[in-house]
């Protein structure tokens, strides 16, 4: 069981300077997120655009804000669980809170903030019949440990980079790779896909273009991918794992069943301090929502403020909260 | 004003209007009238939760950009009438088109 002050789930750009806000109060974090890196959007989905409206900052690429924020918060000792998806929540007897991944990590805290952005990135399911059926039994949405699929049968679907660069790795590692995709070219880095076609013409793997995943089969786990080709000919593919990679898509995820209020897949507060309904819970950044709410970084960076200074009391329910300029204490490390 | 008619998730048909003179994009209609759509990336064409299948006067609109194109073609369902509403600029070339939306909605 991980120990903190305060649990922020989401290491994007507001839960990263929620943590520098906190230690300014002396408060210790531990940061959550279902992506296996911190920075939310701005790492996962447009590192490289340049960002305009962060005060004293005339243009800063969004990775290189992550990385800023990550040295201003370094001070303060964050620690992480990234990669892993917050499930539950149990409200201890005095008050407190135990948070459960879905990898089962703990963690117990004072005070919960969630910053979570549009929700967690969950990888985007194709429209296939009983596709749910088979998650976990030979279905799987990630490639965690390639080590699986050694001398298996492993299908790929999906036609960009990550499609392409599990072909190549797995080709080396599976059994047999089949690799299935929509189109007849690939629209990833053109040396993948130059290495795809040569691995396919080369016999290591199977390379089924203009074709379309239609069913599967099994009895209990996965044995056969049906696709439907060019001619739209039904081809049954036997195989022990199929691998969809068709991008990530945001979702709200468990959070939506915690009692919160929640209009429009985001969670209502309360301006004063950004709390929600529910007792030392917070949601501050896209995730909340109120009258006159913008959507933007530096709004959630000034939420994160207010809001550690209302959290303070739970944490040090004995102390009263002084507050402090930074250019007269200065930043005192962990 | 532009009039042009959306197709929600349900297959229910609604005619909306939207001013031409204000640089908005269809994805920024679509949320006014609080159609379900997310788009995540804010219009940067980087997360595809805002695709619609334009059923009617699609060629009036033009080419797909590769961006966006890179986006719609990782998608699990992509369709030859596809398109980001984000990427579509509110003007006379959408009068009288029909807009399905294929985004998530939740």
Known sequence: M???????????????????????????CHLIDALPQVGGQLSEIYPQKPIYDIPGYPEVKAQELVDNLMEQI????PTFTLGERVDQLSK?????????TNDKTQIHAQVIIIAGGLGCFEPRKPVI????????????????????????????????????????????????????????TFRGAPDTAAKVFDLANNGKIDLILSANLKE???????DTVILTDKSKTEVKIGTDYLIPLFGLSPKLGPIADWGLT???????????????GVDRIYAIGDINTYPGKLKLILCGFHEAAIMMHSAFKYVYPDQKLSFKYTTVNGVNAF | ????????????????????????????????????????????????????????GKDRLGEATNVELDQLEALPEYFPTSRLACQIRIGDILDGAVIKLRGEDN
């Open chain 1, 216 to 222: 599967l089969g099994g009895n209990g786990h996965l």
């Open chain 1, 92 to 100: 201890q007897g005095d008050g407190s809170y135990v948070v459960t």
């Open chain 1, 129 to 184: 019949e009983k596709l749910e059926d088979f998650e976990g039994k030979g279905v799987t949405y990630m490639v965690k440990n390639p080590e699986l699929f050694r001398d298996k049968r492993v299908v790929l679907a999906g036609g960009g980079d990550s499609a392409l660069d599990w072909t190549i790795y797995l080709a080396n590692v599976a059994e047999r790779v089949t690799l299935v995709h929509r189109n007849e």
């Open chain 1, 2 to 28: 991980i120990t903190t002050d305060i649990c922020i789930i989401g290491a994007g750009p507001v839960g990263l300077f929620a943590v520098f806000e906190a230690g300014l109060l002396k408060m210790r």
């Open chain 1, 74 to 77: 370094k001070p303060f000792k």
């Open chain 1, 262 to 276: 929640i209009d429009k897949n985001a969670i209502e507060v309360d301006t004063t301090d950004y709390s929600t």
């Open chain 2, 1 to 56: 004003m532009i009039n042009f008619t959306i197709e929600d998730h349900q297959g229910n048909r609604q005619e909306v209007e939207a001013p031409a003179d204000m640089g908005l994009s269809l994805m920024e209609i679509l949320k006014a009238y609080e159609y379900p759509v997310l788009a995540t990336c804010g219009g940067m064409a980087l997360c595809a939760t805002c695709h619609v299948e334009i059923l009617e």
